[in-house]
């Protein structure tokens, strides 16, 4: 087997995380937090192949195109910190050993296994690193927008 072979599988593996693809689009009800510049929308969601110890699962969304830029697992309770080390096992044999630690980085796309508190809680991401720029790129847009709507808004009132 070549080495182009499995890098390239390697590749399809980590655009499908719980069930949702990087890229894909997502439409349906979200909840939105604020973010500056813009908005970042985000959808919680159950996933098909949810993994123990996650019990929390969002994906992150472009504003305007809508496409899928991150997809996020979280575990809140104690003791979750206690299987840092087999998931990182499970990850190591799915895609390698990792760049950074616990950071896998293939191409344009990245795993992060990280503790959300050093005494609870687990945070596992995959994200589209042009994505969240494209992300990014939108939420300005739709900020200068508002700006030039309000803009024009004034003009009309004749203040």
Not at 121 to 132: A, H, I, N, P, S
Request: aromatic share 6%.
């Amino acid at each position: 087997e070549c080495v182009t072979d499995n890098i390239n599988r390697t590749v399809a593996e980590i655009r499908v995380a719980f069930g949702l693809k990087l890229g894909g689009t997502l439409d349906g009800v979200e909840t939105v937090l604020k973010k500056s510049p813009g908005e970042t929308r985000e959808f919680l969601y159950v996933p098909t192949n949810g993994i123990a110890p996650f019990t929390h699962y969002t994906a992150k969304i472009t504003p305007k195109t809508r496409m899928i830029y991150a997809i996020v697992a979280e575990a809140f309770e104690p003791g979750a910190v206690e299987k840092l080390g087999h998931l990182r096992t499970l990850l190591e044999n799915k895609y390698g050993d990792p760049q950074r630690p616990n950071r896998w980085i293939q191409e344009r796309r990245s795993i992060l296994l990280e503790k959300r508190t050093p005494l609870d809680g687990l945070r596992l991401t995959y994200l589209d690193v042009k994505l969240e720029e494209l992300a990014r790129i939108e939420a300005e847009e739709m900020e200068r927008e508002k700006l030039e709507a309000s803009i024009r808004e004034a003009d009309i009132s004749g203040l």
